[in-house]
């Protein structure tokens, strides 16, 4: 048994050609995925910083019609979105970390992974532009910046869909 351990070292010794190709492929999709991860963070949050009449649009586009969304435990459908982030009072997000790690792509490796994107920060909002009456939640948050977390499955769609090919497939936000 210790002689096909050798064995196998030595084989990896023979071909360190496949072991640098391997890594420096997977040091690519690693590369990539970074830098899809970071455009998306900042389109993302820029979008949802426009003012709230502005706001629909731009959210929208960066989510697969079939997304599932997630905002401090309540669902909402992709039809309700636009009505959802235009209703939101105006936000200012400061990002202070995000990580991101590809899972697997197509089963022929022919397409780019899919990606975990996970990220914190503080997000200040303004006074809501549709306050609603007898709020149960009397206590003024206004300017006051708030901690969050929030995770994303961006899907390799294709050319044309989303910048880099990429859209939400699911996203979940929670205020810490």
Same mark, same amino acid.
């Given at each position: !048994? ?5 064995? *196998?070292?030595?084989? %990896? ?18 590369? /990539?995925?970074?830098?899809? $991860? ?7 949050y ?5 003012d ?9 586009? %960066?989510?697969?019609?079939? $997304?599932? &969304?997630?905002?401090?435990? /309540?669902? #909402? *459908? ?8 235009? @209703? !939101?009072?105006?936000? *200012? ?10 899972? +697997?792509?197509? $089963? ?10 996970? &990220? ?12 609603? *009456? =007898? ?6 948050f206004d @300017? ?5 977390? @929030?995770?994303? #499955? %961006?899907?390799?769609?294709?050319p044309?869909? =989303?910048?880099? =090919?990429?859209?939400?497939? +699911? ?6």
């Amino acid at each position: !048994m210790a002689d096909e351990g050798l064995d *196998a070292v030595c084989s %990896l010794e023979e071909s360190p050609c496949e072991v640098e190709t391997a890594s420096a492929s997977i040091e690519a999709i690693v590369a /990539n995925s970074t830098r899809v $991860a970071e455009s998306f963070v900042s389109r993302y949050y820029t979008a949802q910083d426009l003012d709230p009449q502005e706001r629909p649009g731009p959210v929208q586009q %960066l989510y697969a019609p079939t $997304a599932r &969304v997630t905002w401090n435990g /309540n669902p #909402i *459908a992709y039809a309700d979105l636009p009505a959802f982030v235009q @209703q !939101m009072p105006k936000s *200012a997000h400061e990002v202070q970390a995000f990580d991101c790690h590809p899972i +697997s792509g197509s $089963a022929n490796g022919a397409a780019p992974p899919s990606l975990v994107v996970t &990220v914190s920060g503080q997000v200040a909002h303004g006074p809501n532009p549709t306050p609603s *009456a =007898g709020s149960i939640n009397s206590k003024n948050f206004d @300017q006051l910046p708030r901690v969050f977390s @929030q995770s994303f #499955i %961006l899907v390799y769609t294709g050319p044309g869909q =989303g910048e880099d =090919g990429y859209t939400i497939a +699911s996203d979940s936000f929670r205020f810490c």
